[in-house]
């Protein structure tokens, strides 16, 4: 249920310590965004309340993890919305950080995530991981938080974070929260709002090409080339989309299969005109 409360605004992390310092209510729950909220964002948030006590969300667009400039410029923002969501959400704290807050002159330190972070995106946007271990080991320090919601459409990324989590004895518990996705089978993203209409319409290939993989395994076919094949040619028939890569790993490790003998998962990053979309499902 839509709640309405006070809700504390920090753009410092002095502040957002201070704030949570006589917080007695733990867990303490944390959703970090980048903002231009939608309802992919509200399922961590609202999983986030059920399960903590107190939850905190941030919303800051890391620019670090950005390789192409103008894809960071053309990012969406509505940061006055994004507030008055997460207030009626019952969201009691949020951090909205400034560059120079968490980028001051002079940073200079950087996590280098391991071979969990080589494949897929790690081939298609070089560094990204590295920005994005380094905000998010930025954010748990500043916030502390005993656990931290993260969505299953960006499934690399939840894998690399647990690895940075795990290795560094971050005492952070990582929460998986299933994709949410529009009917028509397309996953939420913030990027979705820069298609045009056409783009839009076309879009839902990519859930196609994984329902697809997932119903090739489901009849019992463990060839993995075949059912990339199959994702690769149902992407193909989709004249506005070009494909980044289309992946059967392992689940574990991201090692793309031959055959498919263990819980494996299919992800692919798919170009519809100038938006780049990713998305993945578990084949069992
Ligand atoms: P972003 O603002 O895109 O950095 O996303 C912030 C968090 O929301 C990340 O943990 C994402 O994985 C998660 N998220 C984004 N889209 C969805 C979605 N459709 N379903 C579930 N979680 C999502």
Redesign the pocket.
Known sequence: MAQQQTMEICTTISEVRQALKGVSHTPVGA???????????L??VRQAREECQTVVAS?Y??PTQFGDQTDLAAYPRGVQEDLRVLREEGVGLVFMPTDAEMYPPGFDTWVEPGKIAEPLEGVHRPGHFRGVCTVVLKLFNALRPDRS??????AQ??MVIRHMAEDLALGVEIVA?????ERDGL?????NAKMRFEERQAAPVLYRALCLAQELALRGQRDADTVREAMQECIAAEPLASIDYVSVADVETLEELTGIDRPALASLAVRIGETRLIDNVLLT
């Open positions: 959703v970090l965004t980048m903002g231009a909220l939608h309802d992919g964002h399922a961590l919303i667009v890391n919601y993260f969505g299953q459409k960006d990324q939840i929260v299933p994709t949410v996705r996953a939420l993203s913030s990027r």
